[in-house]
């Protein structure tokens, strides 16, 4: 019996081990954990149990291809599926949220060939799948989050009349004004992960001094968002949020130090990740403004994630005709 077993392991039928433990991926989802903490404090228990599925269904899908073939799941499945989970509005429907991840991971990572082979970022695809496809779950069931000592901790969910259509940059584009404090601390409407700006900044700095993301592609987003806002805010354009509403508000942090920074659909030369992470943080600014979608991020990842060959490849012809010169 246990010679049959190792000819089965040999010939792709059983992996040797379920898991590929890649500590880098290990410290993202470290990372990660402040917002997922933040999520149930501000809208309750059922964010964590939904951020759970999608975890559970991100490994079910990747493994569905890996093991039959004999290769570990890896553990950037667990980075995907924690940021889908926490990029979704908290009045998802766990089926919506499910569906999300399983194409997500499907069509965005492994039908190129798995881990290290994928162009688009698969938590990404995931969400631009679902946010298309049902609009309203996605963009106009917000709610108001829970408050108090112990928050969500000790609730499934905040009360029915909590509902609400509007996040603060939508306040925004209604011509009113939503006060820093709020944004910065995270007691507001918005996507599960995501509005608590304090603790972004903290997992996000972990993981940059940690070495699991490339600092100049969250450096360089954070300068396109902030030139962009500074330059339309100061050309008279309208509905122009400054700099420091532009940062806080939405999606902006948390994409800039989660998404940007996807080691496998970012740049790898150091010339490129500057360029790519200064144009998606100017994208987004640009696509908040005139686009029918208040946030952005999600799309300026998808569309710089298609010229990254390119822009690597660009880069390294460039250097070795300056040393050939």
């Not at 917002?35 to 899908?61: E, K």
């Not at 924690?82 to 990029?87: Q, R, W």
């Not at 150091?270 to 994208?283: D, N, R, S, T, V």
Request: charged letters at 15%; glycine letters at 12%.
């Amino acid at each position: 019996m246990q010679e049959r077993g190792a000819e089965e392991i040999k010939k792709g039928a059983i992996p040797e081990k379920l898991f590929l433990i890649q500590p880098m991926m290990i410290r993202v989802c470290y990372g990660l954990i402040p917002c997922l903490m933040a999520s149930v404090y501000f809208f309750g228990l059922r964010s964590l149990v939904l951020t759970a599925l999608v975890l559970v269904f991100g490994i079910a899908s990747e493994g569905a291809f890996t093991l039959p073939r004999g290769k570990p799941i890896t553990s950037a499945v667990f980075v995907s599926s924690l940021i889908l989970g926490l990029s979704l509005p908290p009045t998802i429907p766990f089926w919506i949220a499910i569906t999300g991840i399983v194409f997500g991971i499907v069509f965005g990572k492994m039908v190129f060939g798995g881990f290290g082979r994928n162009v688009f970022n698969p938590a990404m695809v995931g969400r631009c799948f679902i946010y298309i496809t049902f609009p309203i779950a996605m963009t106009n069931r917000w709610v108001e989050p829970l408050g108090g000592k112990y928050g969500g901790f000790t609730e499934w969910f905040p009360p029915i009349d909590a509902l609400t259509g509007a996040t603060p940059l939508e306040v925004f584009r209604a011509g009113e004004d939503f006060p820093l404090a709020r944004l910065f601390m995270g007691n507001t409407s918005g996507s599960l992960g995501e509005t608590c700006a304090w603790l972004i900044l903290l997992g996000g700095v972990y993981i940059i001094i940690k070495k699991s993301a490339p600092w100049r592609l969250a450096v360089s987003c954070l300068l396109g968002g902030v030139s962009f806002s500074f330059v339309l805010g100061h050309a008279g354009i309208s509905l122009v949020p400054d700099p420091l509403f532009s940062m806080l508000s939405g999606s902006f942090l948390f994409g800039t130090f989660f998404v940007v920074t996807e080691p496998i659909s970012g740049p790898k030369t150091e010339a490129a990740q500057w360029i790519y992470g200064f144009i998606i943080g100017g994208l987004t600014i640009v696509l908040r403004r005139y686009s029918n979608f208040s946030e952005g991020i999600m799309f300026a990842v998808l569309f710089m994630n298609m010229f990254v060959p390119v822009m690597d490849m660009a880069v390294r012809e460039w250097k070795g005709r300056g040393k050939r010169v």
